[in-house]
């Protein structure tokens, strides 16, 4: 797949992809300072919720002043991914969406169907009703595909998968709120940078530091200033021993990093 916009190389990604569903309302989430408490970013959780829940009683999470973000990917292989709309019912909590956000838009689409629930851990979706699928689909298909937040280290931008290596962040925010397709796809799907293909370039223009998952690593990955937090949470189940689940304090601290080994019972 090739792209008309420079920067974005696709090629990894298959042709067939639908083109998101992008809403009239906020593609891209911006929030203030927040002048009371803490602000936290957490890696894919994919229905990990439970040592979610202990990891913030860890860091004493207060509800009422602190925040929580997330790169996406909610759901799917973990055993908790239908207490994702509860999660977003939180006031403090605020997700940009991932590609298995995506395929849960997209299940009425037969091949994306297939394609999620026999290989990318979508059977819990079998279990719900066609009212609680309709709700998922409309609350996943309002999230936003990026997010910045306003922090005391400058603003910090959230997204699940990469950022276009020779964009700055200002431009791909453009892009996205155009509905461009192709910087919609880079958003939820690209591993360009984390797999070395392409320079290693700082991300400018617009954002201090950026926040993804999306490709799981043993521990957190730092290139240039983008850090890449899914640290495997859900692949304990695969036999995946030292699987964790990381949350990284992005103000007032800068980079402060906690995590929990999912192996263990909470």
């Given at each position: 797949?090739?792209?008309?916009?420079?920067?974005?190389?696709?090629?990894e990604l298959p042709s067939r992809l639908p083109a998101p569903e992008l809403r009239s309302?906020?593609?891209?989430?911006?929030?203030?300072?927040?002048?009371?408490?803490?602000?936290?970013?957490?890696?894919?959780?994919?229905?990990?919720?439970?040592?979610?829940?202990?990891?913030?009683?860890?860091?004493?999470?207060?509800?009422?002043?602190?925040?929580?973000?997330?790169?996406?990917?909610?759901?799917?292989?973990?055993?908790?991914?239908?207490?994702?709309?509860?999660?977003?019912?939180?006031?403090?909590?605020?997700?940009?969406?991932?590609?298995?956000?995506?395929?849960?838009?997209?299940?009425?689409?037969?091949?994306?169907?297939?394609?999620?629930?026999?290989?990318?851990?979508?059977?819990?979706?079998?279990?719900?009703?066609?009212?609680?699928?309709?709700?998922?689909?409309?609350?996943?298909?309002?999230?936003?595909?990026?997010?910045?937040?306003?922090?005391?280290?400058?603003?910090?931008?959230?997204?699940?998968?990469?950022?276009?290596?020779?964009?700055?962040?200002?431009?791909?925010?453009?892009?996205?709120?155009?509905?461009?397709?192709?910087?919609?796809?880079?958003?939820?799907?690209?591993?360009?940078?984390?797999?070395?293909?392409?320079?290693?370039?700082?991300?400018?223009?617009?954002?201090?530091?950026?926040?993804?998952?999306h490709t799981p690593t043993r521990t957190t990955i730092r290139i240039g200033n983008v850090?890449?937090?899914?640290?495997?949470?859900?692949?304990?189940?695969?036999?995946?021993?030292?699987?964790?689940?990381?949350?990284?304090?992005?103000?007032?601290?800068?980079?402060?990093?906690?995590?929990?080994?999912?192996?263990?019972?909470?």
């Amino acid at each position: 797949m090739q792209s008309t916009n420079p920067g974005m190389k696709l090629s990894e990604l298959p042709s067939r992809l639908p083109a998101p569903e992008l809403r009239s309302g906020r593609v891209v989430a911006r929030y203030a300072r927040n002048e009371s408490g803490r602000d936290f970013v957490v890696g894919d959780i994919h229905g990990m919720f439970a040592h979610l829940r202990s990891l913030l009683d860890e860091i004493e999470f207060d509800p009422a002043v602190d925040r929580l973000f997330s790169v996406g990917d909610l759901v799917d292989r973990g055993p908790e991914s239908a207490a994702a709309l509860e999660w977003l019912g939180h006031a403090w909590f605020h997700a940009c969406r991932g590609n298995h956000e995506q395929f849960a838009i997209d299940s009425d689409d037969p091949a994306q169907y297939d394609l999620w629930i026999n290989y990318n851990g979508g059977a819990w979706w079998l279990d719900l009703d066609a009212g609680s699928r309709a709700r998922f689909r409309e609350v996943f298909a309002n999230l936003p595909l990026a997010i910045e937040v306003e922090t005391a280290s400058g603003v910090v931008g959230i997204i699940h998968a990469d950022v276009p290596p020779r964009l700055t962040w200002s431009r791909f925010m453009e892009l996205l709120r155009a509905r461009d397709r192709d910087a919609a796809l880079y958003a939820l799907w690209s591993r360009n940078r984390i797999q070395d293909d392409g320079p290693p370039l700082p991300v400018h223009g617009g954002v201090e530091r950026v926040y993804c998952g999306h490709t799981p690593t043993r521990t957190t990955i730092r290139i240039g200033n983008v850090h890449y937090i899914d640290t495997g949470a859900v692949y304990v189940h695969d036999g995946y021993t030292d699987a964790r689940l990381t949350a990284v304090q992005i103000h007032p601290e800068r980079h402060v990093e906690y995590a929990i080994r999912t192996a263990d019972p909470v």
